[in-house]
């Protein structure tokens, strides 16, 4: 999506580790314009698909999510990163990694919020290894709605996340694929 | 909001020690078209106030700003809970208890994103003793925006943290006050 690499070359920066901050509109302050843009493509793509909700998980995905589902009229169910003392009921937890904080922590949505009746688009703002889309994946899959696929806003397609769920046969649609950083020049997918 | 105020009653559940549960439509599953009818009237109780932008805290905060940023045509900026490795340069931080999973943290906003141009509406889902209100509003003021006002989801009036700010002066707009819950009875403020 040009809107969206554009602004990645503009705005955005590269810290060590090849992490790609773009804080400045997506994940700490955030441009909802924009998001709301990028609702209509995802909601372009999925067109006919008949989506009933969209999941994601805390933080930084609830802000994307929350954008495409004004757009595509879906509700949003968020996974909690660890239990709260408002999480109650039968729940589907599933172990994750974070590469980014280094820390291990437990996905948790409670089951009467995914039923056999939904259709599934999971949604977050970065895909790099994979590690989050597989757990929100292993969710949806035990919770009995179906998954219909998932939209990415920035995809870093050097860790190759993407492109291992696209083999399993999953539908990943990137808004916007990074295929390579060198001497801080980023490289988009065609 | 008499539409909030209906749902809370038919949707939502009170757990011990008063705790509200709305998981299936503000903070756990969000009905994102309720959310967009708050934040119309949000919208209307700020008119003519030239907001800029609205500040919020992780994680279900950011649900709800977005939101009303998408109503209201305005960017979100949301504090995170601790320091991660994607927060760079100048932080202005604050010290805040949680009431809720009974544990301190650190909210943190990169300094950059709140300017002395910037008119701040703070947003959150919940209102009860302050706390996170008052770090933000704390964060705010340190930065030299300007602080136009909160606008809250549900305030529990019976704990006074919204009373607390009001009597400072702050405006503080709750689209549902439960002044007393009892008995699984909820009696929302006139």
């Known amino acids: ?44 793509l ?14 930084s995905g609830i802000a994307v999510a929350t954008a495409f589902a004004a757009v595509m009229g879906t509700m949003v169910v968020f996974a909690k990163k660890h239990g709260t003392s408002n999480i109650s009921g039968d729940v589907i937890s599933c172990r994750t990694h974070s590469y980014t904080h280094n820390t291990d922590y437990n996905m948790v949505v409670e089951k009467q919020y995914l039923t056999d009746r939904d259709r599934i688009l999971i949604v977050d703002d970065f895909l790099a290894n994979g590690q989050a889309l597989c757990s929100l994946i292993d969710i949806v899959t035990r919770s009995g709605a179906q998954l219909v696929g998932c939209a990415v806003a920035i995809e870093k397609g050097f860790q190759h996340g993407g492109d291992k769920l696209r083999e399993k046969g999953i539908r990943v649609e990137s808004l916007a694929i990074i295929d390579s950083i060198e001497n801080g020049v980023i490289r988009f997918r065609r």
Chains 1, 2 share one sequence.
């Open 46 to 59: 999925y067109e006919g698909e008949n989506i009933t909700k969209i999941l994601t998980v805390e933080a």
């Open 1 to 44: 999506m040009e809107l969206l690499e554009k602004r990645i070359i503009s705005d955005g920066s590269i810290l060590p580790g090849n992490v790609i901050k773009v804080g400045s509109f997506l994940n700490h302050q955030i441009d909802v314009k924009l998001l709301m843009e990028m609702g209509k493509e995802v909601k372009r």
